[in-house]
């Protein structure tokens, strides 16, 4: 069945910066987008960034310029370098794909912004 695992979450000062990685597996990766979502305590859940196949990319109007989304296919990842970190960034960042089986979901990492 299709796993997405995420990792790379944690504490962070405002302005700095973290690396979500996100591992899958059970389905053709290459051939799938893979996004990025985020929610905040009380808030609804929040698309980030995606990557499809053909490595287009789109961003949020609030990270844009700041996060960068990527995909290696070899190692069947997608990544999100975030950058110039802000408190209001602070959610859990889950991992999404939506394949023939129909869309699936990671557990989700925790970023913090906070000093």
């Known amino acids: 069945q299709v796993q997405l695992v995420e990792s790379g979450g944690g504490l962070v000062q405002p302005g700095g910066s973290l690396r979500l990685s996100c591992a899958a597996s059970g389905f053709t990766f290459n051939i799938y987008a893979m996004s990025w979502y985020r929610q905040a305590p009380g808030k609804e859940r929040e698309l980030v960034a995606t990557?499809?196949?053909?490595?287009?990319?789109n961003y949020a109007t609030s990270v844009k310029g700041r996060f960068t989304i990527s995909r290696d296919n070899a190692k069947n990842t997608v990544y999100l370098q975030m950058n110039s970190l802000k408190p209001e960034d602070t959610a859990v960042y889950l991992c999404?794909?939506?394949?023939?089986?129909?869309?699936?979901w990671g557990q989700g990492t925790q970023v913090t912004v906070s000093s």
């Open positions: 999404y794909t939506s394949t023939w089986r129909g869309g699936s």
């Open positions: 990557i499809t196949s053909a490595l287009s990319t």
